[in-house]
């Protein structure tokens, strides 16, 4: 009976305001900058990272991939309400780490930010090195599990046969075309209307966070085929210990992989 006791302390419901600490603690980043005054903000960051955890079914301690992801503040000019940021060597490509920076007024694009940066980690975390995201990476280059690398592919396959490409060709011009149809911001924004749906389906709305559907993401109708892509994705995705004790990753080797050792 203590199995329903579990689930229930799996996705903690905020009491009282969110803290760097509690934010950390939680998630597992690696350092969260955003001050605690700024009460808000922190909320927003704690509800909205919570409810999506629960709703792609993974612990809340994946969201911050291990201590690889750090939570940050954007300077308040910034037209966008999140951004993905890599600090990597210049020399050996590795990703130091990977921070997601925030506005302190609304959010928005919270979830799009997020999947470039699981996109990148499902290759880096098996390299080190900074190659290419698991949606723009070769098969044969790809360096974790084949089955990761093809849920990942039906993604892209999905929206590139959903007309959504065709719609964002008639909006922009043609020397937008090579960023806006790169796989690796399709998936991006395809994951941001997935996250923006289910939050829907649900009746979730998470306070500060704007969850307006952008232009340049997938329509429902768009997205038919893409949701069962995305739900395949996440069954497929495992979950092993991060290298700071307490922290998870979504990892894409699974029961394959060795054991760790204490050493």
């Not at 037209?79 to 990703?95: N, P, R, T």
């Amino acid at each position: 009976g203590s199995k329903t006791v579990k689930q229930v302390e799996k996705y903690p419901a905020r009491k009282g305001n969110a803290t760097q600490k509690l934010l950390i603690d939680t998630f597992g980043f690696e350092s969260v900058d955003i001050p605690n005054s700024r009460k808000s903000t922190l909320n927003s960051v704690y509800d909205f990272m919570m409810e999506m955890s629960k709703m792609l079914g993974i612990s809340p301690k994946s969201i911050g991939q291990g201590g690889w992801l750090s939570v940050s503040s954007l300077r308040s000019n910034s037209h966008f309400a999140a951004v993905h940021e890599m600090s990597s060597y210049k020399i050996s490509g590795k990703i130091v780490n990977v921070s997601l920076k925030f506005k302190y007024s609304a959010l928005t694009g919270i979830a799009h930010e997020w999947f470039h940066a699981l996109d990148y980690a499902l290759e880096y975390f098996d390299t080190g090195i900074r190659r290419d995201t698991a949606s723009e990476i070769d098969r044969s280059q790809f360096s974790g599990r084949p089955e990761v690398w093809d849920a990942v592919s039906e993604i892209v396959k999905a929206i590139s046969e959903s007309g959504h490409p065709e719609r964002i060709k008639s909006l922009t011009s043609p020397s937008k075309w090579s960023y806006w149809l790169s796989p690796k911001e399709m998936c991006a924004r395809a994951f941001d209307a997935y996250i923006n749906n289910k939050f829907k389906e649900a009746g979730i709305e998470v306070e500060g966070v704007i969850n307006d559907i952008e232009t340049g993401n997938p329509t429902p109708e768009e997205m038919v085929n893409v949701i069962p892509a995305f739900d395949n994705l996440f069954r497929i995705l495992q979950e092993k210990e991060g290298k700071t004790p307490g922290t998870s990753v979504l990892y894409q080797i699974g029961e394959e992989m060795e054991p760790q050792s204490d050493a």
